[in-house]
């Protein structure tokens, strides 16, 4: 299936099929900008990419979620190309549905997640004394799935600095968390001095099961 939309990404045509999955009237997708039916957590890297593409970029594949006129979500891989129809640029998407969407596309779709989670979290602070609402541990767990999905390694330091809580605080809540079997410590293999702090496989599953579950709400 494919839609057709314009350099605002406002839609301009959609075959029938594309119509279909929607599950919205043609007459009320065209003229509408694809990001109103894109999921929100999605529609910023969809942003960019188109923006790169007019700019001059290649063309690109994106996997994201559609939310269809009955508030399902449907992953699909949009296969996005440039072309020119007389002095208008069109960009044109190549859309195959997906029943699943892959490992590496879920990982960056959760690191988002978590990342939305934790700044919004450390947006109080501009708002409310810190100790009102602190949850240092919540806080450290989102940060060690940030980094663990990044490839980043974190430091008991970086951690506790993290959790926007006092040292001795944040200490004790990491001393909880690995007790509790959901971080551990690790000595840094360069530098013996130093102590590295990663989820455990249990911990991040929970993070995982977690962010999932939150962005189906």
Known sequence: MSCLVDEHMRVVDADDD????????RDLLVGRSVLEFTHQDDRTVNRQRSDALLAGGDP?????????????????????SLFHTGTKRRQLATVEVLETPRVEDQR??????????????RLRSHFFQGEMF??????????????EL??????????AVASGAPLTTALRQITMLVERGLVCREADPVDRRRVLLRLTSE?????WDYLAAAEKI
């Open 150 to 159: 990044s490839n980043r390694q974190t430091y008991t330091t970086s951690a």
């Open 134 to 147: 602190g949850e240092p541990a919540f806080d450290l767990m989102l940060d060690l799935f940030v980094q």
């Open 18 to 25: 594309y119509v279909a999955m929607l599950g919205y009237g």
């Open 108 to 121: 960056r779709l959760l690191r988002v997640a978590a990342e939305r989670i934790l700044a919004k979290r």
């Open 203 to 207: 911990g991040s599953k929970q993070m």
């Open 60 to 80: 690109y594949s994106i996997t994201k979620r559609y939310i269809a006129a009955d508030g399902s979500a449907i992953w699909v891989t949009n296969h996005v």
